[in-house]
């Protein structure tokens, strides 16, 4: 047996204002965007139904986005110079700028570079010279 659907109470109500309802108590087919996704489909601009609305952990308040799937269209296939634009971008991410290698994986951020080269332990012959 689920639980009653009712609006959270410290949430405004009234005409103009979106219905709120408490984690998990949304009614049934209203979905996030990320399980629009799932389905393959996108909110294609329609308006927002309803909003979950939860107490964080941290102590703020959380919120998600609710839409009608009726409303929703599928989700637009990649075209291959989009694919090809998206491959770039992820390939320069792996680009460490000082030895010029790809790293494999994603250069964190806190570096800026591979991780041998923020730790000092790249050979010194395999760096480029600075320009």
Same mark, same amino acid.
């Given at each position: 047996m689920?639980?009653?659907?009712h ?5 405004? *109500?009234g005409?103009g204002? #979106?219905? *709120?309802y408490?984690?998990?108590? !949304?009614p049934?087919g209203?979905l ?9 489909l996108?909110? +294609? ?10 107490r ?16 929703a269209?599928?989700?637009r ?6 694919? !090809?634009? #998206?491959a !770039?971008a +992820? ?9 010029g ?5 994603v ?5 800026? *570079?591979?991780?041998?080269? !923020? ?6 012959? +395999?760096r480029?010279?600075?320009?």
């Amino acid at each position: 047996m689920s639980r009653p659907r009712h609006p959270v109470p410290d949430c405004p *109500t009234g005409p103009g204002v #979106l219905p *709120t309802y408490r984690w998990r108590q !949304a009614p049934d087919g209203l979905l996030t965007r990320r399980q629009l996704r799932a389905r393959g489909l996108r909110p +294609n601009g329609q308006d927002v139904a309803a909003q979950i609305q939860w107490r964080s952990r941290f102590g703020g308040t959380g919120l998600a986005l609710l839409y009608r799937p009726e409303l929703a269209s599928p989700v637009r296939e990649m075209t291959p110079r989009r694919r !090809a634009a #998206l491959a !770039a971008a +992820n390939r320069a991410r792996r680009m460490c700028p000082d030895c010029g290698r790809d790293a494999g994986y994603v250069l964190p951020v806190r570096y800026g *570079t591979c991780i041998p080269c !923020a730790d000092g332990t790249e050979l010194t012959q +395999n760096r480029r010279p600075p320009s």
